[in-house]
C-alpha cells in the first residue's frame, strides 16, 4: 500500500505538470489570438480613420474653393463699385479742385 500511495502521489504531480503545461501553453495561444485580434482591429481603425480624414480634407477643401469663389467675386464687384463711383466723381473732383485752386490763388 506503501508503494501505490507513493506511485499515485507520483501520477498526482505528473497529471499536475501536465495540467499547468497544458494550462501555459492555452495562455500562451490566447494571448497569441488577442495580440492577432488587437493588431487586425487596430489596422481597421487606421485605415477608417484615414478614410475619415480623406472625406473630411475634401469637404472642407470644396467649401473653402467655394467661400474664396464668393469672396473674389465680392471683391471684384466692391472693385467695379468704387471704379464706377471714381469715373463719376472724377469730372467732379476735378471741377471742385479748380474752384478751391481760383479760390485760393487765382485773385493775387
Do not use: H, P
Not at 10 to 26: V, W
Amino acid at each position: 500500500m506503501n508503494r501505490e500511495a507513493i506511485n499515485y502521489v507520483k501520477e498526482a504531480e505528473a497529471r499536475a505538470s501536465q495540467l499547468r503545461k497544458d494550462a501555459d501553453d492555452e495562455i500562451k495561444q490566447i494571448e497569441l489570438e488577442t495580440a492577432e485580434t488587437i493588431e487586425s482591429i487596430q489596422s481597421k481603425l487606421e485605415a477608417e480613420l484615414s478614410e475619415y480624414e480623406s472625406e473630411q480634407q475634401q469637404i472642407f477643401s470644396a467649401k473653402l474653393d467655394k467661400d474664396q469663389a464668393e469672396m473674389d467675386e465680392s471683391a471684384d464687384r466692391e472693385a467695379e463699385r468704387f471704379e464706377q463711383a471714381y469715373q463719376e466723381n472724377k469730372q467732379a473732383l476735378a471741377n471742385r479742385i479748380a474752384e478751391e485752386v481760383v479760390r485760393r490763388y487765382g485773385n493775387r
